[in-house]
């Protein structure tokens, strides 16, 4: 059987009859007809030839598309060995090992590899029980986590558990406001882990109370109770830091990551941890495995990706004063319709008055070639998450194009 992908009619068609109806909707609309043809840096062709920037890709595009480097790196061991026996020793995945734990200045010596966002809060989960035959997790409220059963389970909004009666793991949410949650959740002696993001970004760039943190990671402790910090989103860079909870001298157990940790070219993400969290690993190294994860492809993109975040981390650190100078000039410019602007780093989020302006101006950002990340369990904050590799004048021309976008959807307002 063969079947043609042409016209954008065609992938619209193919999306709705073997996707999903609603996926080939918001394609279409996000699109305005156009698909997505090629990515290069910080730009997308569409079928209809037009560009557009690309703030969005939900984080993963840090280097942009199609760093050079990254795809250097994944060509070389795709014409080697891209795929793993999985019973011989793969010196890719080893070395991706060894340089991730020496990126985080081995504070966190133990690796597990998993592709998606989700097989690293699985994994920090299942250990964090495991070692210490506890059953009960603390998460926070608006936490982001992934949609597995395991990772939802943490994840707060109730959007993403819709017609799930119950999830397998026993989680309480938290108030991040409240420095006293943890002691009161961890005293008990029952709980495994405590996990947060130190800045969510799916709650709309949410950026957490580094003293609330410190004291929950010391009331943790002083219980046996693992500190997981989730930077699948804001860690690597994105706001500023290799790891914010580390930089920020918190004395977690353990780190994840994902999203651009393949350089934007393949899929990748990591737990990173103590010896301590890891110990049923170390113990039985089939007790947790998956038959891609540690894929030499993914691996090769390791170190290429690292190397090329350090190398523009500099440049994003100014990028971000920029980025700073100008959501504050639009939030003044459109004071009655922006509630306020929030995140660190290159990842921001514009507060709205109403769910109904923010889904407006997202319409017209669609049509004028910016492309953010919505969020979907906070319709009212607009997401943007440009790249490193982005330019003083990228984000000029996403300021223009945000400030249109704005002004049109306040005048339908009216
Ligand atoms: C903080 C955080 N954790 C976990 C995940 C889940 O990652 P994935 O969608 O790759 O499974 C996400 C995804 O947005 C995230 O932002």
């Known amino acids: 059987m063969t079947t043609t992908i042409g016209a954008p009619s065609d992938t619209f068609d193919l999306i709705r009859r073997h996707l999903s109806p609603r996926l080939a909707l918001t394609g279409s609309f996000a699109g305005r007809g156009a698909t997505e043809v090629s990515g290069d840096g910080c730009r997308v062709t569409l079928s209809d030839g037009r560009t557009a920037l690309d703030f969005g890709s939900y984080a993963v595009t840090l280097l942009g598309h199609r760093h050079p480097d990254v795809l250097a790196a994944v060509r070389a061991q795709l014409d080697t060995m891209p795929t793993s026996t999985r019973s011989l020793a793969n010196p890719t995945a080893a070395r991706a090992a060894a340089q991730l734990a020496e990126y985080f200045q081995q504070a966190l010596p133990k690796v597990y590899f998993g592709l998606n966002g989700a097989d690293a809060v699985e994994v920090a989960g299942k250990l964090a029980r495991l070692a210490t035959g506890r059953g009960r997790v603390v998460a926070v409220e608006g936490g982001f986590h992934g949609k597995s059963l395991g990772a939802l389970a943490l994840t707060h909004s109730p959007l993403f558990r819709r017609g799930l009666l119950g999830t397998s793991v026993d989680v309480v949410h938290v108030s991040p406001d409240d ?148 959501l504050a000039e639009l939030a003044v410019r459109h004071g009655e319709l922006v509630a306020g602007i929030r995140g660190r780093g290159l990842l921001r989020g514009i507060d709205f008055t109403s769910p109904g302006v923010a889904g407006s101006v997202v319409v017209e950002l669609a049509g004028a070639g910016l492309l953010v990340s919505p969020c979907l369990g906070r319709p009212g904050t607009v997401r943007l998450l440009p790249p490193l590799i982005s330019t003083e004048a990228d984000i000029a021309e996403a300021a223009d194009i945000l400030d249109t976008a704005i002004g049109v959807a306040g005048r339908r307002a009216e």
Do not use: M
């Open 179 to 326: 420095p006293g949650a943890v002691l009161r959740e961890v005293r008990g002696g029952e709980v495994a882990a405590v996990v947060f993001e130190p800045v969510q970004g799916e709650n709309g760039a949410a950026v957490l109370s580094v003293d609330v943190l410190r004291q929950w990671c010391a009331d943790a402790a002083r219980y046996g109770t693992f500190t997981i910090a989730d930077e699948i989103q804001c860690g690597l860079r994105r706001c500023g830091e290799r790891s914010v909870a580390l930089a920020a001298g918190l004395p977690v157990d353990a780190v994840l990551v994902g999203k651009p940790l393949g350089g934007g070219v393949v899929p990748l993400s990591a737990l990173v941890c103590s010896e301590e969290l890891y110990a049923p690993l170390s113990a039985d190294p089939f007790l947790h495995s998956a038959t891609f994860g540690g894929h030499p492809l993914s691996c090769a993109a390791l170190p290429a990706a690292l190397t090329a975040i350090e190398g523009a981390a500099e440049h994003g650190a100014r990028l971000a004063a920029v980025l700073d100078r100008a």
